[in-house]
């Protein structure tokens, strides 16, 4: 089992920044790979971004390319989101997610742990 937990939303100007973070517990995340996604209220949720087991490779949705980054931390079982340039489209709660075996890293279904979401709030 994993735990999941985010932190780090809140409300922020057109424009600004935010950084999420995920801590996880329980086993070790080394071994799984993780993203976030984002679901706003009548939507389904929608992929953001992914980094590989390693830490090596990493994924964008297009429409956050360039302006998101993602990170990890083996050692420190926590990752990542660094949110700059922030639109009101970006408005959403945002979930940290991990990935025993999949390979579709922008496939919810193939996460098998979730946290239970932060809201990110992007004002015009």
């Known amino acids: 089992q994993v735990q999941l937990r985010e932190s780090g939303g809140g409300l922020v100007q057109a424009g600004g920044s935010l950084r999420l973070s995920c801590a996880a517990s329980g086993r070790t995340h080394s071994g799984y790979a993780l993203g976030w996604f984002r679901q706003v209220p009548g939507k389904e949720r929608e992929f953001v971004a992914a980094i590989s087991r390693s830490g090596g490779s990493t994924y964008f949705a297009d429409s956050v390319k360039g302006r998101f980054t993602i990170s990890r931390d083996n050692a420190m079982n926590t990752m990542s989101l660094q949110m700059n340039s922030l639109k009101p489209e970006d408005t959403a709660v945002y979930y940290c997610?991990?990935?025993?075996?999949?390979?579709?890293?922008?496939?919810?279904?193939?996460?098998?742990?979730w946290g239970q979401g932060t809201q990110v709030t992007v004002s015009s």
């Open positions: 997610a991990a990935m025993k075996d999949g390979s579709h890293y922008d496939d919810s279904y193939e996460y098998d742990y």
